[in-house]
């Protein structure tokens, strides 16, 4: 993204490019300094300001949400949040951290969409949350105005936007039946802006500042799957790099909470786990600088990272129950297709394994020897 | 002066969507406010109809600060309405869990939600580091990080970050404010702690990952919790699992004893005008938790239950937060209708329906004798009540508790303050500082139960017999409530043929930033607010300070459940 990296440019390389000389920059800063009424000993803080690479202005908007997205945020372990904030990015709005508050704090959101309008200022929206749609708006305002109309303005001079989380990206838990609010997702406002969406309630901490750190230090966004995702984070099922994946596998299944296969730490399917529907980087980079995730910690995936998951419930019950006996699908070909489709797919993949099972002698109460063509 | 209408929207440095309205005098002083809940979502709406053993990770999204205490608050509620007992451990553990959040989010509010309403940051760039280091190892003497190299350094930092031009989050704020009285010293001391909680935060809960999978929003499960535990198993809570746990409980008592604490009574000590500001309602209300043998039990919790009215520590007042004559709530001044006319429901009998009576956007004003919120107005007997860590402490210490009297008369101590300092805007920030001090012991207490219980050989996590549906009476109603970190929290939950008939949460925020009731008396943020002095109208810093002491979370507050409730009462989602 040219544009991108052109509004990462120091205010000296602005105007080199528009064949302003060293000496006359220099004596441009000379002039601002006395134009500030600063004294000639502070000429070479203007001169290092203004050679200075400019901070990514961000403007992180909050609509109907938790606020999870910001706690993930702040857990990254690599890079932690306090060099994100003071060294890569310039956080100009928001409302979880500003110290401004009131007018103060809006003001800056309007010089910076003036500045943008002017082509003096480039900025990414950052946005965290979705807007009521219903009764036009009043289910979530700040100042007075509707998040809404608040959303459209910022967004209308962005360069993109990044939505955070599965509020931002699917709708989420507002958005589930039936959706009091007519809570929309931020591709179905912003109709005009690249979108880069980060699903996930919330989306893991390394997974948000690892693509905001590859935007700035490659000058680009990173690239995207057919339903707006970075690849390099959305593109494998969680069933497909489980620890538990094995005992799936082998047919060694949880039958009920705390019990032996339980604390061996066997497949999570029958309790409902959504890891074989579910695209995200859990099993991989796992959560809280790798300490553990989800199906690590004996619950099921509820598939936080997908279109209308709180709608594909009850968590606790299997994706299917349908049995296709005979078929066997393999876990590649489950990826490639929808959700629903997927589940009848997993159903045809455990009664594959299933058939198999049937083929070998029994072993009462062992069944970890079973091997898999 | 003239008399001003102070609007400060967004307040920002909270969870949500809160807007205050101020009127301030001729005198520059506070005379009514507003406080107003500016987003609904409709949750409990959508719980409607949904299996009930879902419901605490719903109700889990309603605040990703407070992460856990609504799940927790569903669990208890849904089993004590199917009638199951969780095994002893799992109680442990989710006594780890709530611990665990209370010391996170009572640290990051006081450096990153509330500091800077006390610290100066352009003040810092004139400290002398040598004196800073000095100053803080007069208090905080093992504190490793105290040295002039460590303070050159974080100057250094923000003399850059300050000279890039870009300020950020510090931009356009309050600097140089003549309410700010830090020396120099003191705001670069907080600076640094402020870098120093942020890098911390995220290592405490690594405890949430290790029995929940993950933080913000760590699964929970009704009836006990998911997380095996077996000591020769490599793929369950094993000694490695548990040792995890332990460095970070160890990491968090010296944050929160050799930095958190000081800090928080150092520049508590250059504010002694704040113990006379912000006072508010008088009363207090807590309903208690971190169970020592079963939430059935509130005689044995570590936080003790009870309400004290008008400031009154002689007496403390047995609360029943599952009494239907004791907690109401009220929508006559919020943009919601009860049928019939009604004024007031019981949580139970919870009905609601949004109507919007608001201004339409955009907006300069809300009408002060209207309606003004998303938040309802719960009043228990017909009070409006304080909930919180100076809810918590007040209570604690007014029951005559040992623990709690040793930290608060310490701390009253140093301060060289009677005890009615506490019923002040500094009274509630020193209160969450003082509770952290409590808990930060009670977390190593609770991890040493558990491997009490270890020893012994039990280890069991969940206890199954009631998950099956058909186990479940065809209807029953239950009660789950928690000490969320802002308060006293509730969910009643009715549930009919296997689902959630109806849902209902009275949540901290809500007791605490409600508006008036019918009889026109004010909630607490209302009430603090009043009377408070302001240097500079256009400036609202002085009303952040208080609004910020009651860590306000708006996403919880206004959950409430919504639009045509009756009719959408037999949605079933499938």
Redesign the interface.
Known sequence: MSVLKSSLDSTYELLARHGVSRRAFLSFCATTAAALGLDASEVP?VV??LE?K??L?VIWL?G?????????F????HP???DI??NM????Y????????????E??RRDLIEKAKRGEAKYVLAVEGNAPTK????????????FS?VLLETAAHAEFVIAWGSCATNG???A??????G?VPVHEMVKDKPIVKIPG??PI?EVMTGVLTYVLTFGKLPELDRKGRPAMFYKQRLHDKC??RAFFDNGQFVE???DDG????WCLYKMGCRGPTTYNA?ANVK???G?????????GC?G?SEDKF??D????ERLSKAVVPGVEATAQKIGTVLTGVAAAGIAAHLAGLAFKRAQQPAVPGSTSKEVQS | MTATRV???????????L?VEAMVNDQGVVTEALSSG??????E??LQG??P??AW??TE?????C?TVHALASCRAVEDAIGVQVPVVADIVRNLMFLTQMVQDHV?HFY?LHA?DWVD?VSALKADPVATAQLNQSISPHWAMATPGYYKDVAA?LTK?V????L???????WGHPAYKLPPEANLMAVAHY?EA??W??EL??I????????????Y?V??M?????LQ????INIERLN?VKAKILEAKDVVEQMYVPDLLAIASFYPEWTQIGGGLGNFMAYGDVPQNGIGDPSKFRIPRGVILDRNLAEVLPVDPKADNEITEEVGRS?YRYPDGKQKLHPFAGHTE?H?T???????HLDENGAYS?LKTPRWKGHAMEVGPLARMLVGYASGRADFREVVDGALGKLKLPATALFSTLGRTAARGLETQLVIGWLMDEFDRLLERLKVGD????N?SK?EKSTWPKECKGLGFTEAPRGALGHWVHVKDGAIHNYQCVVPSTWNASPKDAEGKRGAYEAALVGTPMAKPD??LEI?RTIHSFDPCL?CASHV???DGAE?AR?R?R
Request: aromatic fraction near 10%; charge should be neutral.
């Open positions: 803080k290092h300001a200075t400019p901070r202005p909050h109907l949400e938790c606020t999870c997205c910001s706690e993930s702040l857990r990254s372990s932690i949040a306090q904030v003071l990015i310039s956080l100009d928001d409302e979880v951290l500003q110290a401004a508050a009131g007018h103060q704090f003001q800056i009764d036009g708006g009043v289910y979530c305002t700040s100042a007075g105005e509707t109309s989420c838990v507002q589930a039946k039936p959706n009091p609010t809570a309630c919330p901490a620890g538990r009920q909470w705390d339980a604390k061996k730490g859990c959560w809280n600088g300490t553990s995730w989800p199906i690590q910690s004996g619950h509820i936080c709180w709608d419930g009850p968590f606790y | 609007v400060v929207d967004p307040v920002t440095r909270i969870e949500g969507h807007r500016t987003m609904w979502r409709g949750i709406l959508i949904r299996d053993r879902d990770a719903f999204r309603i605040c990703g600060v992460t990051i990153h800077l940051i930092t970050f000279e890039s031009g870009q950020g989050l510090f931009a356009n704020a309050y870098l942020l890098k935060q995220k809960v690594k949430h990952a290790v029995f929940g999978g993950k933080n913000p929003h760590p699964n499960l009836g006990g998911p997380c095996s535990i077996d198993s490599d793929n369950a995890l943009w949004a919007y608001g201004p339409k956007p955009p907006y300069q998303w280890t069991s996590t969940a199954s998950w400036q609202p952040l996403a459940y919504g639009p959408l949605v989602v």
